[in-house]
């Protein structure tokens, strides 16, 4: 299970919003709609060809299929940095294609506005990006997976000239942990039939609190933020575990130390604590966490299997790979009326 980046993908809403996963590469940061995307895992070890088109960096096994990792840099014009072991693979299903793109790192999923978005203002060739996103301190560029899709099958006789393989780690450590990795992959395979519908997986976001794993639903989530930035103002005369509240691009949110409310234990802020902001009840919640893993989709009989805790906030819960997982009831969470402030 440690293989995997857990974020969970929503259904796409009806209304203008859609939701958008934020990724690095050379220090940019870049989005995809979370429509064709299946799940995001770990870099594992990927088999490289003798000879590979260009943005090829190889194949590697994924639920019995030998896919295609792609080199995105090769599509946006510069050379790719070396790769690590906190490298990410973005998998992705597009018109029964299924391949995975390479990401230096996950940063974030978020809302996007459909009226937010501006076309690119000038033309390229071959170009994979199509819009670009603004925020107050940032532009993230918005790749176009359909056009990527359609590069990809066009017949390209042209070898890459990258040595791809000495981009990967060398260390002995790296390469144990790259071929944990891949047999972990390799064992826990479950064979999709093609064509299916991505939106219809049962896709959770893992995160950890201390030594403990969780699962939520990613159809709750409305963003991940890193908290390394942000003030949080105490309120008077509320719960412990209520942290305070942040602003967020003008809007006011709750932070909510997971820990403390459900184990009534205390949670320190970490270097690398991130917030899960959910929406509910008509307004927002940011839940503190330690860290967030990976994005999973969980079969239907793990979702339902039956729980040993008492604790009413734990839907259920599973081992793998000698490790606990609970998912979280979200409602029974968001409905505890320790959440809202009486003013009496």
Do not use: W
Not at 8 to 23: A, L
Not at 29 to 44: D, K
Not at 141 to 167: P, Q
Not at 189 to 207: G, K
């Amino acid at each position: 299970m440690n293989n995997n980046y857990a974020i969970t993908f929503p259904s796409i809403n009806e209304d203008k919003n859609t939701y958008y996963i934020v990724f690095t590469l050379k220090e940019k940061q870049y989005a995809l709609n979370i429509q064709n995307i299946i799940e995001v895992i770990n870099i594992l070890e990927i088999e490289i060809p003798s000879k590979a088109p260009e943005s090829v960096i190889g194949i590697f096994n994924y639920n019995g299929m030998m896919i295609k990792t792609i080199d995105l840099c090769h599509y946006l014009g510069f050379e790719p940095s070396n790769f690590t072991i906190n490298n990410k693979l973005i998998i992705a299903l597009v018109n029964d294609n299924c391949f995975a793109i390479h990401a230096e790192r996950i940063e974030n999923i978020i809302q996007i506005n459909a009226e937010n978005i501006q076309p690119i203002p000038f033309e390229l060739n071959n170009s994979v990006l199509n819009a670009i996103y603004k925020t107050e301190d940032k532009s993230i560029n918005i790749v176009d997976i359909n056009i990527l899709n359609r590069l990809l099958n066009e017949n390209n006789l042209n070898i890459s000239k990258l040595d791809y393989a000495s981009l990967f780690p060398t260390d002995e450590k790296s390469q144990q942990i790259l071929k944990l990795r891949t047999k972990q992959n390799y064992s826990n395979q479950e064979v999709f039939s093609f064509p299916f519908n991505s939106n219809s997986l049962n896709q959770y976001i893992l995160f950890q609190l201390d030594n403990n794993n969780y699962y939520l639903d990613l159809r709750h989530v409305k963003e991940f933020i890193s908290i390394k930035r942000l003030n949080i103002t105490k309120l008077p005369y509320t719960q412990d575990f209520i942290k305070g509240i942040i602003s967020v691009r003008g809007e006011f949110i709750v932070v909510v130390d997971l820990k403390r409310f459900l184990n009534d234990t205390v949670n320190d802020i970490k270097e690398g604590s991130k917030l899960i902001v959910v929406e509910c009840n008509g307004f927002n919640l940011a839940f503190l966490v330690d860290e967030i893993k990976s994005i999973k989709n969980l079969k239907n009989n793990v979702i339902s299997k039956q729980t040993l805790t008492t604790s009413k906030y734990i839907y259920s819960e599973f081992v793998e790979e000698n490790e606990l997982y609970g998912i979280l009831n979200f409602d029974k969470i968001i409905n505890d009326e320790r959440l809202y402030i009486n003013i009496n």
